[in-house]
T-cell receptor
């Protein structure tokens, strides 16, 4: 069964820092990997989608990479801002057409 | 283009009751999935509907059931509510296939007392 782990569980950084969030998955047979942002009590906002044949995707200050062979993905956030404070979830789309989610990294950017 | 919308946003039910949650998919998306997110956890897959048929199911009991309508909107029904059913219920829509992006609604917060 696919298991997704996110490290760290929580992260606090001063504004302006670059940071990396980590996601690992146990079964490399994934169709794609998607990163989401979740504000407290809210739904999920899609940030980046990486298809299984791709190595990375970029959108503005965000860059996500995927290494299927090692079962890892990273989300890089450049020049962090207080508005980036949220929980970040990674999800691997795999067998059964379902997303397997990690428990998220709670990010706080301190002004 | 409208996004994924869910109703209601909040709901309080008593143990043993039944509840129906609704989801309107993003324009043009014919695949709808439902997830349950307990507090502090990642979302867990309940089931997926494609062209009005169930197209995959997670590890949830039969009292969790669903429907998809010809306009691709969907319902999640939960019978015999238990306290542990208290959670945020999320709906996601996408185009068919394994390389398409999924878009989530804002969720329905269900509290069972």
């Amino acid at each position: 069964k696919q298991e997704v782990t996110q490290i760290p569980a929580a992260l606090s950084v001063p504004e302006g820092e670059n940071l990396v969030l980590n996601c690992s998955f146990t079964d490399s047979a994934i169709y794609n990997l998607q990163w989401f942002r979740q504000d407290p009590g809210k739904g999920l906002t899609s940030l980046l989608l990486i298809q299984s044949s791709q190595r990375e995707q970029t959108s503005g200050r965000l860059n996500a990479s995927l290494d299927k062979s090692s079962g890892r993905s990273t989300l890089y956030i450049a020049a962090s801002q207080p508005g980036d404070s949220a929980t970040y979830l990674c999800a691997a789309l795999a067998t059964g057409n379902q997303f397997y989610f990690g428990t998220g990294t709670s990010l706080t950017v301190i002004p | 283009e409208t996004g994924v919308t869910q109703s209601p946003t909040h709901l309080i039910k008593t143990r043993g009751q039944q509840v129906t949650l609704r989801c309107s998919s993003q324009s043009g998306h014919n695949t709808v999935s439902w997830y349950q997110q307990a507090l502090g956890q990642g979302p867990q897959f309940i089931f997926q509907y494609y062209r009005e048929e169930e197209n995959g199911r997670g590890n949830f009991p039969p009292r969790f059931s669903g429907l998809q309508f010809p306009n691709y909107s969907s319902e999640l029904n939960v019978n015999a509510l238990e306290l542990d059913d208290s959670a945020l219920y999320l709906c996601a829509s996408s185009l068919p296939g394994r390389v398409t992006e999924a878009f989530f609604g804002q969720g329905t917060r269900l509290t069972v007392v």
